[in-house]
């Protein structure tokens, strides 16, 4: 698990901890100054201009959890433009609404395992 000291969401203690529970190590971006496994997901991940919630960066594989507060309105249309150029990079993006997330976690990562 994340150390609670960190500030991390409810969703994202959440996200953190079915990662690490489907076999990936996960850690903070900014504690490491380089990528060093190919099953670790790193938590606020730069990627050109953007921050990524978690990406796996051996696989250009972002996963994005969209929280109510944070990505409805204009925010959407934002993150619909911030994907493009991500994806124009060669990332794989795979965005999870919150109001999904308790019901559909486990749906979700084997998608992203899948990409």
């Not at 529970?21 to 606020?44: A, I």
């Not at 925010?75 to 433009?81: E, N, P, S, W």
């Amino acid at each position: 698990m994340p150390p609670q000291a960190r500030n991390l969401s409810r969703i994202e203690q959440q996200v953190w901890f079915i990662l690490e529970k489907c076999g990936f190590e996960v850690k903070y971006f900014k504690e490491h100054s380089f990528l060093d496994k190919s099953n670790t997901f790193y938590f606020q991940f730069p990627v050109l201009e953007f921050v990524a919630d978690f990406a796996l960066s051996s696989a250009k594989i972002i996963l994005e959890v969209d929280g109510q507060y944070w990505h409805s309105g204009v925010r959407k249309v934002q993150d619909v433009l911030r994907d493009q150029k991500i994806r124009q990079q060669g990332w794989k993006i795979l965005r999870i609404p919150e109001s999904r997330l308790s019901v559909d976690l486990g749906t979700h990562i084997l998608q992203l395992l899948e990409l």
